[in-house]
């Protein structure tokens, strides 16, 4: 069994900054490609960032130079900095990876159960 575990939500004024975390526990093998994704209500589910396993990185454009990801390979974790927070970054913000899995080394995607974050004065 492989599970995200995410952390790191809130309620947060306009401007201000979160650092959400994400991690992979479980039966794991190999963690490749992780990324966070977020979902507003009503609205469809976006890529934030994502990030390789040498670290490679790409943003949406909403984001760019205001959000920073980053990962922890010893630890199967990957970070999500958000400076500069605007109400339209409201949203449930969800963990995924893509994990090899140590019983049959096939790979799966998985997503966190997601955590809120809310940018409101």
């Known amino acids: 069994q492989v599970q995200l575990v995410e952390s790191g939500g809130g309620l947060v004024q306009p401007g201000g900054s979160l650092r959400l975390s994400c991690a992979a526990s479980g039966s794991i093998y190999s963690v490749y490609t992780m990324a966070w994704y977020r979902q507003a209500p009503g609205k469809q589910r976006d890529l934030v960032a994502h990030i390789g396993t040498g670290g490679l990185t790409n943003y949406a454009d909403s984001v760019k130079g205001r959000f920073t990801i980053s990962r922890d390979n010893a630890k199967n974790t990957v970070y999500l900095q958000m400076n500069s927070l605007k109400p339209e970054d409201t949203a449930v913000y969800l963990c995924?990876?893509?994990?090899?899995?140590?019983?049959?080394?096939?790979?799966?995607?998985?997503w966190g159960q997601g955590t809120q974050v809310t940018v409101s004065s």
């Open positions: 995924y990876a893509f994990i090899r899995n140590s019983y049959d080394r096939v790979g799966r995607d998985y």
